[in-house]
Every structure is written in C-alpha cells, then in structure tokens.
C-alpha cells in the first residue's frame, strides 16, 4: 500500500494572503491525519475486519510496528479474543457509545495489558463523508451509489476503576445530580458543576463558558486550584472557537488533549484505500487538533486541556472547559464518561430552567396582548388611551418609554423625550419599509438622528398607515465587558520562512472594555410579541369605522388566516359567518408548524356569541398557540396547561377545542406513514376518511370537559395512524347541528359525505361539504380544516 505526506498545515498561507482568523474558520479539523499518541487507531473494513489504516505509533503501543499491521486482519493484530469481544459490539444493535469501552486484555510480548477500546463508524458514499457513533447505519444514498462502511476502533491504554459501565457513571456522580436537582437558581447550576467535575477529573481549573447570541463566550463559574488567578467573568471572542469547531462540539461531546506537546501520530495511509480521501475523525476521542489551538492553549501555559460540551436543542450554548498547567493529565476513560454524563445532566436542567422561564414570559406577554387587544374593540376609548390604560405598552414590551400616535391622538407613558426626536424616529422607520424596525444602536443604525445617548440608543417602531405609529425607546446602557486578552488583537501574523503563518494572541491579561451607545437589545421573542400587536392595531384602526359588532367581526376573521404551506400536506381551511347580521361568534381555527418538525391543528368554539365572545377567542388563540409552540409535549398537556393559564389569569372563558399534532419519526417518515395524536377539551371529534373511501369517528372514551370549568381536569391523548392519501377533518357545530336532530345524526352526515367525497382535492372537497351539510346560509359559524396526508407529494 502506498502512503503520502499529509497536506500542510491549514495555519501556512501563501505570500501575500489575507492574514486574519477566517483562515481558522477554513481548517478541516475534522479530517487531520493524524492523532493524539496517548492510543492508537485502527481502521477495518465490515464484516472481515481487515486493517486499512493505521496510526504510526503502534509499535510506541503495543509493540507491533504499524507496517505490519496493514492488510492483515484484526484477529493477527490484536488477538482472537480481543478481535472478538470488538467484533460483538460492533454487530450488536444500537449505538455504540452506549457499549464504550469495550474491555480488553493484550499480549503485549507477553505482558497482559489492559485496553480500553472505543468504537464507531464512518460511512462514505455520494460524494460526503459522514462520521457515525450507532451500530446500524441507515443509508439513503441512491440506488447504485456505493456506500462503505469502515469501523474505527482507537485503543487506550486502561486506567482507573474498571469496570466502568454507565450505571456506575451515575452511581460516581449521584451525589451531584441530586445537588443540581435542589439548586434554586442558574449560577448555582453552574457552580455546582464546577467544582464537580474538578473533583471529578482532577484538572486545576474547571470553568463553565457560555455562548452569548454572537459566540462570545463568558465564564460563568470557576473551581481552580489557589495558586491560579481567577478567570471568572472574562469574556472571549467568537473566534477563539471558529464555526466549524463548534459544529464539532454539537456532535462529539467529549474532547480531551492530555498533553498539549505531543507530537502527532499520523494515519498510514492518509486516504483511506476504498474512498481516497482522509479518514473522517469527527467522533474520534484521539483526534489530533489544529497547531493553531495548541499554540493557542500553549500560550496560556495550558498543558492539558478537556471540553464537554453544554447543549440546547441540538445547538451548543456553552462548555465545561477544564485545564492543567502543572503537566500533562490524561483522566481514565471512565472519568471522562462521568464528565461527560455531568455535562448532559447540566444541559438538560439548564433547558428546563430556561424554558420555564420562557413559558412565564410568553404567558405574561400573551396575556398582556389579550387584554389590549380587547382594550382596542372598546369604541368609547381612544385606542391610544387603550394602549396606555392598564395593562400598557411597557408591560407588554419594557423600555424607558413608549409613545403612540394613532388617529390623531398623541399619547405617552415613562420617560419624556422632545417631539422633535419622536417625529425624526416616527420618519426613519417608515422609510424603513419594514413592518417592525429595531436597532439596539442608533448610533450606528441611523447617525444622522442625533440622537441622544442617554435617552435614545435603541428603538422599536411600529410604522402604520397614515404617518401613525407605536414607538419604544430604551437609553443607553453603560456595560464593562471584561476580556480574557484584547479582542480586537485576536491574531498575530509571523514570518516562517518565504510565507506567513497565523499565531494567535499570546497576551491574556484581562483587558476592559467600556460599551457605550447601546441600549439592552429587543429580544426575538419581544420583537414577535409587537409583530403580533401590530396585525391587531390594523384590524382595530379598520375596524373603527364600522359599528361594534363588524370590528369584532374583524378581529375574529384576523385570527383565521390561510394555513402555512408545508410539505407532505394538502390543507384547506374555511369560515362562514351565520346568517344573522348581529351575530358575532368566537368559532377558530389554526395550524402551525412545531421547532421539532411536527405540525399543530386546532378547531375551537368559545362560548357565547357577541364582542366579548370574539376578544375572548382572540386571548385562547395566542395563548394556545404560545403555549404549544414552546413545548413538544402532546395536545392534552397543551390543553392542561391552557386551563390552568385561563384559571391563574383569571380569564372569564369557556370554550371547546380539539388539538391536534401531526408527528413522523424518521423511520415513519421513510415508509412515507404519520401519526396523528390529538385531545379533546369537550369537542366534536375528528373525523378521517382513508385513501380507500372508508372513514373513522374519533371518539374519546368518556366525553371530556370544556376548557375554563377545572383547571385540574384530566385529558388524554389519543393517536391514530395516518397513510398516503388519509384525510382528516376539523370542524366547529356549526357544520353539524341542526334543531330538533342529535349531533351523532349530524356526525353520520358528514363521515358518508366524506366518503363520498373522498377522492377529490382537499380545496374541493371542502367546498363540497359546505354545499352539502350547510346550503344556503347557516344558523351558526362554521370553521372547518381539512387536512390530507401526502408524503412526497
């Protein structure tokens, strides 16, 4: 077999080339060539296990020189016995990480030595590389598009306790679960895990380092030996992690360099023989990383260097960064399981703090909504006084100050600011052309305001028609940032000969920054909570030129909206008023898409038919909608906690709804198949028909009762399976009830309508069933949503 040299290092640039640190972001860390000489690599084919490539220290190892292993089955380098106990494991369903380490003994010139072995997989095919902790590896490469699947085992000489399986992990680290489980606040979180893992690992300094929007990084908590200074509170810049580095940490939690001067041990050969390209190391404990982070560590007087990653929703947030300055420090295998479990145990409590506390701002905040939105229908206020009454502007989005100009009614709450400053703010946001403008920096953002500082550094506007607007103010808010070194002197460039190489900073020292001109930034969430107050105003400004009963009308037909467009489904919505031109309802429906891919449904119909009716259906939309979007737990806790919300905030409210969540798990979703789980809250159930015509009531078992009568009351999800072609159907008793006639009558009407119907477009079809069950004009408000089933279509 023939080997080459590993391509430069990606640190060396051409003469001439730009010298910053996006040459950083450009280096393939993932693929380096090479290893941490603390173990050894072996790479094998599957199923005959044959060694492809090999990392040169071998010898260094197990005194088998690295030539010798090549082309030569797993069984004549390492043993029978060793070769079979990695075989099993690797045949065995489920991830392998879950199996690490596989436990060996090797003959070592007749020595027994204890190795941990630790196993996953790379997969190449279609052009892409891609690295695999799981034993079974679903491919869905095209037909034709060979695939291959090589076993990369990397060997660790064993220390420490063993065996060491997970179970012991947690048994290792109850103590502190339990701990985390009773801290009261975040940075107890923090801190706890800390000291944790130092005692844990032994490193003299343990820091937990968390990500802001941008990626810098601050370090939140801090246990260190007494000699070191302090690190707490520094901050870092985003490019001391590049982009892809981060990608790194959000698939492979764990990285440990147990000696920052190693010498890499490079794979033989650099290509792997069935792919001719470099081994993925992605997933790989050994993996050597770039000269520039360890010239970085080095500079710190770093000798050894661990990061577990801290994770939210997939994405990381932050690290538990540990470092050694006395010498080198390699914790067992074992140790590093239990780090890494106490890391995972610290992301999941942190998430659950974190959304909590999102579920109580987004409760408040819709809440806040409901009532001005309902303030806006009085016609006996000005809607400026209606904005500004209790609850206001500042509940609903906090700033210094807020003004709100709208049919000619000036009006303002906090603190003052000139007229000549509202108007310069009101004019350069309407030429924004955008429906929300907000910047935390109007200095930057729109200089030739002049605005002041200290009154005016950030500003959200609203733009409306006819020169009205809502404007928010924020003043400046001084902040010391302090930094671990300057962040602006984030590279050095260094003459190596006839070309120029990056060296990151050697310096430090904490360095203090003062930000000025900048307010506290509009968060996403406040910036939906004004998008959505916006939609209101103009329904409210349309509607005050019609008589009360028309603007309700309005807000409620505002509340139902054409359904998004989502792949894999048809779906048709539809409202007809009642016949009588005073009658107001609150009947609604919605759909949405889930964070998680899923797909939420929902028909509701509140009690009573006149204005407050309407406001009332106005308030349970966003709060159902609020609720469902923050969580991906299923309909019936949705509907529990809208209960409880309606109970807490005194909410005078009843109303019957069914929630419905269209979920596919990826095996579900490659045969093309969906379910539909759903609950009730004193509704008329669903209805599907089949791709074949045949149809399904969904019927709860006992009936269950409306939303705003207990707000302890108990529903139950239900789940039906959905198949290509499935339709099924939502629908408020507008639809089906008829005098002096049983709803189970009017039910029976529309399942043999559906059977009928079934094969048409959804549009259609939906049409059809309003000419059929409700010709003419109806005695109540129908809502309907049909939805069918079409994946790939």
């Not at 679960?177 to 844990?200: G, N, P």
């Not at 403008?437 to 729109?446: H, I, P």
């Not at 909410?651 to 789980?677: F, K």
């Amino acid at each position: 077999m023939s080997d080459r040299t590993p391509p430069p290092a990606a640190d060396f640039l051409a003469p001439g080339a730009p010298v910053d640190l996006s040459n950083c972001e450009r280096e393939p860390i993932h693929v380096p060539g090479s290893i941490q000489p603390r173990g050894v690599l072996l790479a094998v084919t599957e199923p005959d296990q044959v060694v492809v490539q090999v990392s040169e220290n071998l010898a260094d190892v197990f005194g088998v020189p690295w030539q010798q292993a090549l082309g030569r089955p797993l069984t004549e380098v390492l043993g029978v016995v060793p070769a079979g106990a990695i075989a099993r494991s690797a045949s065995a369903f489920g991830d392998l990480r879950e199996r690490n380490p596989v436990e060996l003994i090797i003959d070592r010139d007749g020595t027994p030595l204890p190795v941990d072995a630790l196993l996953h997989r790379v997969v190449f095919g279609g052009g892409a590389t891609a690295s695999s902790a799981w034993g079974s590896v679903r491919s869905d490469a095209p037909a034709g598009d060979a695939r291959v699947s090589t076993l990369v085992v990397e060997l660790e000489p064993a220390s420490g306790p063993r065996p060491f399986s997970f179970p012991n992990t947690y048994q290792a680290i109850r103590g502190t679960v339990a701990q985390l489980d009773r801290a009261a606040t975040v940075q107890e979180l923090y801190d706890i895990t800390a000291q944790a893992v130092r005692a844990l690992t032994g490193f003299d300094r343990v820091m937990v380092y968390r990500y802001d929007a941008d990626h810098n990084g601050e370090v939140v908590a801090e246990a260190k030996a007494g000699h070191l200074d302090s690190f707490l509170g520094l901050h870092y810049p985003a490019s001391d992690i590049p982009a892809q580095a981060r990608a790194l940490y959000e698939k492979n939690w764990i990285r440990l360099i147990s000696d920052v001067g190693y010498t890499p041990a490079r794979i033989h050969p650099v290509d792997h023989p069935g792919t001719g390209r470099p081994l993925d190391l992605t997933w790989s404990a050994l993996r050597s990383v770039s000269p520039i982070h360890v010239e970085y560590l080095s500079n710190m007087g770093v000798q050894a260097s661990m990061s577990i990653s801290l994770l939210r929703d997939g994405k990381l947030w932050g690290l538990i960064a540990c470092h050694h300055h006395s010498g080198p420090h390699a914790p067992p295998y074992a140790t590093r399981a239990a780090a890494e479990f106490l890391g995972s145990t610290l992301s999941v409590r942190l998430v659950d703090r974190v959304s909590d506390d999102e579920m109580r701002r987004a409760l408040r905040a819709r809440s806040t909504l409901a009532w001005l939105t309902a303030a806006t229908l009085d016609e006996d206020r000005t809607l400026t006084d209606a904005l500004l009454g209790e609850p206001d502007l500042l509940q609903l989005v906090p700033a210094d100050s807020v003004v709100v100009s709208l049919r000619g009614d000036l009006g303002s709450a906090g603190a003052s600011l000139s007229e000549r400053l509202i108007a310069r703010l009101a004019r350069w946001a309407a030429t924004r052309g955008e429906d929300v403008v907000a910047t935390d920096c109007l200095r930057d953002s729109a200089p030739e305001l002049g605005a002041p500082a200290g009154d005016a550094s950030g500003a959200l506007v609203v733009p409306l028609p006819g020169d009205q607007f809502v404007l928010w103010v924020r003043g400046e808010t001084v902040r010391t940032v302090d930094w671990g070194g300057d962040p602006h002197n984030k590279a050095i460039a260094e003459s190596d000969g006839d070309q120029v190489r990056i060296s990151p900073r050697k310096s430090f020292e904490r360095w203090r920054e003062t930000v000025r001109g900048r307010s506290e930034p509009w968060t996403p969430a406040e910036l939906a909570d004004v998008a959505q107050l916006r939609t209101h105003l103009l329904e409210a400004l349309y509607a005050r030129s019609r008589r009360v009963q028309q603007a309700a009308e309005t807000l409620q037909r505002s509340m139902l909206s054409e359904p998004p467009r989502l792949p894999d489904l048809e779906i048709a919505v539809r409202y007809t008023p009642a016949a009588l031109e005073s009658h107001i309802g609150g009947d609604w429906y919605d759909v949405f898409p889930q964070p998680d891919g899923a797909t939420v449904f929902v028909i509701g119909d509140v009690v009573g038919h006149d204005t407050e009716a309407a406001a009332c259906m106005s308030q349970l939309r966003g709060l159902l909608r609020g609720i469902a979007y923050a969580t991906d737990d299923g309909p019936a806790a949705v509907l529990g906690t809208l209960d409880r919300a309606i109970a807490g905030l005194e909410l005078d409210a009843m109303a019957t709804v069914v929630v419905a969540r269209l979920e596919q798990t990826p095996d579900e979703r490659a045969r093309g198949a969906a379910r539909l789980r759903w609950a009730s809250a004193g509704h008329l159930p669903p209805a599907v028909v089949s791709a074949d015509g045949s149809e399904r009531v969904l019927r709860t078992p006992r009936p269950a009762l409306l939303l705003g009568v207990d707000p302890a009351a108990r529903r139950e999800d239900r789940e039906v399976p959905l198949t290509a072609g499935d339709t099924f159907v939502l629908y408020t008793d507008g639809l089906v009830e008829r005098r002096r006639e049983s709803l189970d009558a009017g039910v029976g009407r529309l399942t043999a309508a559906l059977t009928e119907l079934h094969d048409r477009p959804v549009q259609q079809l939906a049409d059809r069933l309003l000419d059929r069950l409700v010709p003419g004009r109806c005695e109540d408000d129908v809502a309907l949503v049909a939805v069918r089933f079409t994946p790939g279509g």
